[in-house]
């Protein structure tokens, strides 16, 4: 069993920077596939990126984040980050961290992780 927290969400600026963090309790992450979705007002969850953990890993990222933001991970600390650069009103969102195990790749489908946290809301006003 893995449990998942989110922090570091907050109202912030356009063009202003955020990052999250995902703490893990429970089993290491190790071999884990760890993603960040997002659900805006009114709108389904998304996907916006995805590491995996272990050493070497790969990462992945929406279209729309790529190039602003940064997924990265602290295995011992059994944490994965999300550097948000240029943040534009368009990424306010309730943001979600997830675990899959068992995947060969940076999945972005949610059906493919298996726990999931409560979520941290990131607002960018403009």
């Known amino acids: 069993q893995v449990q998942l927290v989110e922090s570091g969400g907050r109202l912030v600026q356009a063009g202003g920077s955020l990052r999250l963090s995902c703490t893990a309790s429970g089993r290491t992450l190790n071999g884990y596939v760890m993603g960040w979705f997002r659900q805006p007002p009114g709108k389904e969850r998304e996907f916006v990126a995805a590491?995996?953990?272990?050493?070497?890993?790969?990462?992945s990222y929406a279209e729309s984040v790529k190039g602003r933001f940064i997924v990265s991970r602290d295995v011992p600390k059994k944490s994965v980050y999300l550097q948000m650069n240029s943040l534009e009103p368009e990424d306010t969102a309730v943001y979600y961290c997830a675990a899959a195990s068992g995947v060969a790749d940076e999945t972005s489908t949610p059906g493919t992780y298996d726990y999931w946290g409560r979520g941290t809301q990131v607002t960018v006003s403009s």
């Open positions: 590491i995996t953990v272990s050493y070497g890993g790969g990462t």
